[in-house]
Nanobody, 122 residues
Framework: VQLQAFGGGLVQAGGCLRL?????????????MGWFRQAPGKEREFVAA????????YYGDPMRGRFTISRDNAKNTVYLHMNNLKPEDTAVYYC????????????????WGQGTQVTVSS
């Protein structure tokens, strides 16, 4: 499956963005999906994940209550709604797909998108 993330940009602190990740190729609905982010000089960090059916979302602690992951299997797209953005949310955001394994483990993900930059100014 090929993944393409988009929707990043520059936003002021307290603002919001919606990231999208469009999938093509093999059956999108057979994959659990995740979002990760990586800031300069830091390791890739788990952001959110969602199951194949769209239920059971998971979030990293810094994102819980501010970010919402969702998916539309009819459109082969997964979304990440980000509210109340903070400067520390600045990073490249990646979407990824996995067949199985831990939702927060980067090694469990088989396919990755190219990333989209999110910059939050203070």
């Amino acid at each position: 499956v090929q993944l393409q993330a988009f929707g990043g940009g520059l936003v002021q602190a307290g603002g919001c963005l919606r990231l999208s990740c469009a999938a093509s190729g093999r059956t999108f609905s057979s994959y659990a999906m995740g979002w990760f982010r990586q800031a300069p000089g830091k390791e890739r960090e788990f952001v959110a994940a969602i199951s194949q059916s769209g239920g059971t979302p998971y979030y990293g602690d810094p994102m819980r209550g501010r970010f919402t992951i969702s998916r539309d299997n009819a459109k082969n797209t997964v979304y990440l709604h980000m509210n109340n953005l903070k400067p520390e949310d600045t990073a490249v955001y990646y979407c990824a797909a996995r067949d199985s394994g831990s939702y927060s483990d980067t090694a469990a993900y088989d396919y990755w998108g190219q990333g989209t930059q999110v910059t939050v100014s203070s």
